[in-house]
């Protein structure tokens, strides 16, 4: 994809920062929209325009406007959220105000300013919930069991009645557990980068449960990929991307203590509300629709992962 002018919500995040830099080197236009409540001004490529706004402002409209008056914008991936379980268990309301009202604000000035298509970052594990079925597929009847989740389908749903109604057309990425590059602690970090991070600097992590509630790890790089294929592809509606292995923590950190040649210090606390015991996701429909498929190995993404992290 080259040549396209490209709105990205969240682009100063973990995925956010890697899709935009992909997508200049392509040689595309991007605008960037990011609060920094999370994200990094210094992951933001020179070469992108950034606009400092929260999604749920009224500025939002303003920024669609101007973008729109001398080059059309082509696609806007939506990938700002509050990206946190535990903090939408315990703030759902604040939850809902960013993954659902804010989400409304971006697909609302999509459709008024014609966008071909609003690609959305959704959740694999949180919208089906703890599934009885693993690997799970996009036929599985969605059960979230956290608010996180909760909002994040309540926005596919928002998606799909603005394509029935209104022909705004749509494809949400159900996302496993995204890690690499650019998620560090005390930002958008998940287990990987954290247990990486405290393992570099001799720190203690904590494992919440028995550490074998497992977990469908897949690299930054691809998912960058399925977002781009996503935009390149005319079908609508739900997609898994993943890498289809279950991987349980207590492997997880076996890999990484054999990459680092160390011993993690390990603290086992009670699991917490709201997070499942097993995830995977069948992601057999991206491999037939956008021709998709994992290809990151987890040892290989997790020593590009240190090597960042090291950095």
Same mark, same amino acid.
């Given at each position: 994809?080259? #040549?396209?002018?490209? /709105?990205?919500?969240?682009?100063?995040?973990?995925?956010?920062?890697?899709?935009?830099?992909?997508?200049?080197?392509?040689? #595309?236009?991007?605008?960037?929209? *990011?609060? @920094?409540?999370?994200?990094? $001004?210094?992951?933001? *490529?020179?070469?992108?325009?950034?606009?400092?706004?929260?999604?749920?402002?009224?500025?939002?409209?303003?920024?669609?406007?101007?973008?729109?008056?001398?080059?059309?914008?082509?696609?806007?991936?939506?990938?700002?959220?509050?990206?946190?379980?535990? +903090?939408?268990?315990?703030?759902?309301?604040?939850?809902?105000?960013?993954?659902?009202?804010?989400?409304?604000?971006?697909?609302?000035?999509?459709?008024?300013?014609?966008?071909?298509?609003?690609?959305?970052?959704?959740? !694999?594990?949180?919208?089906?919930?703890?599934?009885?079925?693993?690997?799970?597929?996009?036929?599985?009847?969605?059960?979230?069991?956290?608010?996180?989740?909760?909002?994040?389908?309540?926005?596919?749903?928002?998606?799909?009645?603005?394509?029935?109604?209104?022909?705004?057309?749509?494809?949400?990425?159900?996302?496993?557990?995204?890690?690499?590059?650019?998620?560090?602690? !005390?930002?958008?970090?998940?287990?990987?980068?954290?247990?990486?991070?405290?393992?570099?600097?001799? +720190?203690?992590?904590?494992?919440?449960?028995?550490?074998?509630?497992?977990?469908?790890?897949?690299?930054?790089?691809?998912?960058?990929?399925?977002?781009?294929?996503?935009?390149?592809?005319?079908?609508?509606?739900?997609?898994?991307?993943?890498?289809?292995?279950?991987? #349980?923590?207590?492997?997880?950190?076996?890999?990484?203590?054999?990459? /680092?040649?160390?011993?993690?210090?390990?603290?086992?606390?009670?699991?917490?509300?709201?997070?499942?015991?097993?995830?995977?996701?069948?992601?057999?429909?991206? $491999? $037939?629709? @956008?021709?998709?498929?994992?290809?990151?190995?987890?040892?290989?993404?997790?020593?590009?992962?240190?090597?960042?992290?090291? $950095?």
């Amino acid at each position: 994809m080259r #040549n396209k002018k490209i /709105l990205i919500t969240g682009g100063a995040g973990f995925i956010g920062s890697n899709l935009s830099d992909k997508l200049i080197r392509l040689g #595309n236009e991007v605008v960037v929209v *990011d609060d @920094l409540s999370t994200g990094k $001004k210094e992951y933001i *490529d020179c070469k992108a325009k950034f606009y400092q706004v929260d999604i749920r402002s009224k500025k939002i409209s303003e920024i669609f406007k101007k973008e729109s008056l001398k080059r059309k914008i082509d696609f806007v991936f939506h990938l700002a959220a509050q990206i946190d379980v535990r +903090k939408s268990i315990e703030n759902s309301n604040f939850d809902n105000e960013i993954n659902v009202l804010g989400g409304l604000n971006i697909l609302e000035n999509c459709y008024r300013h014609k966008i071909k298509k609003i690609i959305f970052s959704s959740s !694999g594990g949180a919208v089906y919930g703890d599934a009885s079925i693993i690997p799970t597929a996009e036929d599985y009847l969605p059960e979230p069991i956290s608010p996180y989740g909760i909002h994040k389908l309540t926005f596919e749903k928002y998606l799909n009645y603005y394509y029935k109604v209104y022909g705004q057309k749509y494809i949400s990425l159900r996302f496993s557990n995204v890690y690499g590059p650019h998620q560090f602690k !005390g930002g958008e970090a998940g287990v990987i980068a954290i247990f990486i991070n405290n393992a570099i600097n001799n +720190k203690k992590s904590i494992i919440n449960g028995n550490g074998l509630q497992t977990r469908d790890f897949i690299y930054v790089g691809d998912v960058v990929k399925s977002l781009i294929d996503s935009a390149k592809s005319d079908y609508v509606g739900e997609i898994n991307i993943g890498a289809t292995v279950e991987t #349980n923590l207590l492997q997880m950190v076996e890999i990484i203590e054999l990459i /680092l040649d160390c011993k993690i210090k390990k603290q086992f606390s009670p699991a917490k509300k709201g997070e499942q015991m097993r995830s995977c996701l069948n992601c057999g429909k991206a $491999k $037939k629709v @956008l021709k998709w498929e994992a290809e990151t190995k987890l040892e290989d993404g997790i020593r590009q992962t240190i090597k960042w992290s090291k $950095k």
